[in-house]
């Protein structure tokens, strides 16, 4: 049979006819291996060795064309997100209830602790030079009177004067819970994340100390 | 009564320069319980898991998957350890939830004994790939759906290959034939644009 195809005949570095009898599974696992130990009869082959570069090329862009599929498989309306901002809604991180006494018989007035989270947040953002990135309330809520510690994680922009910003700031968070709950505050700790703060900015316990 | 909703009606002039933050802040925001934060996430890795999904399940099944990711890393969140890795601590997530659905996919065919091919209704097979990445991805398009299952898995996912024969419930021997075919495949595709 004459065989008359324009194609070339030894287009694939990964045709196993023309591998000298290696086969594409044991290249992939000596490639795994970190071609380690030495395996002279691939190392001496230029088939094989011609193989290996193909697998390591492939495997260089792989995660390229996921991100080339994105592309192709981007959500084709706008309503998945609210689909899930539905669902999560359900179960969002209310916390605990805090109390709010009210001078009503019956009243039952509370306010949840992801409630004041999120105030706390507000607060950050309404600061210009730090982003709050966590905050946590420490303390028996649900009794009114009772201690409670607020502790914020910040990080304060590179062109942020932390001793200024920092304090104004915690300064902030005091008067917005004030204003928004009867909890008793004792403590406000703000630890700034990723800044470049001094020793003697900080108290034992991280607190930074107002100048 | 509640104010629950307390936090909704705070003005937040942050928001906009929040979504330009880097994964970290954004992470941590949302571990907080911010949603808008959270939103942020499904903003910037909603069509990568989606594409991730797709190339695992039936494409026909992303948006559930999608969908599961998220509200279980909405769930999980505050537990992240390492808020600057989210986007491979989603795809962690994304895969599981892939192979969840495979699985039920999977007894409710032994059961209704119906054949399921769909062909993917990703990047089709008449569209002219204008880069390699392109082309690689329309080549996976065209991958039997097996294939294309082990091959994300192995070199995307990073999983072993007895850690693939478990979840796909498949011979290691058959899960190498696969990878091999896909390989061969993908390798030829990426050489014709050298």
């Not at chain 1, 001496?44 to 697998?55: E, G, I, K, R």
């Not at chain 2, 910037?44 to 594409?51: D, E, F, I, T, V």
């Not at chain 2, 939830?97 to 032994?110: E, N, T, V, Y």
């Amino acid at each position: 049979m004459t065989d008359i195809t324009p194609e070339p005949s030894n287009t694939s570095p990964l045709d196993e006819t023309s591998l000298d009898g290696h086969t594409i599974d044991e290249l992939s696992d000596y490639l795994d291996r970190g071609r380690l130990p030495r395996d002279p009869s691939i190392e001496s082959s230029a088939a094989a060795q011609h193989a290996l570069a193909a697998l390591s090329r492939l495997r260089a862009v792989a995660p390229r064309i996921i991100r080339a599929d994105a592309a192709y498989f981007a959500p084709k309306n706008e309503n998945w997100m609210s689909r899930i901002l539905d669902q999560i809604g359900v179960q969002a991180h209310a916390g605990r209830d805090i109390p709010i006494p009210y001078d009503v018989p019956g009243a039952d007035l509370s306010i949840s602790e992801g409630a004041v989270r999120a105030l706390v947040r507000a607060a950050g953002d309404d600061t210009d030079g730090l982003v709050v990135e966590r905050t946590q309330l420490d303390g028996d809520l649900e009794t009114p009177g009772a201690p409670v510690e607020v502790h914020v994680i910040v990080s304060t922009f590179a062109d942020a004067d932390d001793a200024r910003v920092v304090p104004g700031f915690r300064r902030l968070v005091i008067d917005t819970i004030r204003e928004h709950t009867d909890l008793v505050v004792t403590r406000v700790t703000v630890r700034v994340h990723d800044s470049d703060i001094t020793d003697e900015d900080l108290d034992d316990d991280g607190n930074l100390v107002p100048r | 009564m509640t104010f629950g909703e307390v936090g909704a009606m705070v003005s937040l002039p942050g928001r906009d320069s929040l979504s330009d933050a880097d994964d970290r802040t954004i992470a941590s925001r949302a571990a907080d319980g911010d949603i808008r934060a959270f939103e942020i996430l499904m903003r910037r890795y909603g069509s990568l898991m989606r594409a991730y999904a797709a190339r695992i399940v039936r494409p026909s099944d992303a948006d559930d998957v999608v969908q599961e990711t998220f509200v279980t890393a909405w769930q999980d969140l505050p537990d992240l350890e390492n808020p600057a890795s989210v986007r491979s601590w989603l795809t962690t997530i994304v895969t599981r939830k892939s192979i969840d659905r495979l699985r039920a996919a999977r007894d409710q065919d032994s059961i209704d004994d119906h054949d399921f091919h769909d062909p993917a209704d990703g990047p089709a097979e008449t569209a002219t790939a204008t880069s390699l990445d392109e082309a690689l991805s329309l080549a996976l398009s065209t991958l039997p759906e097996d294939q294309r299952r082990c091959w994300v898995l192995r070199e995307i996912a990073g999983y072993g290959y007895s850690e693939i024969a478990e979840q796909l419930d498949l011979p290691v021997s058959t899960i190498r034939g696969l990878l091999a075919r896909s390989r061969k495949t993908l390798v030829d595709e990426m050489e014709a644009w050298r």
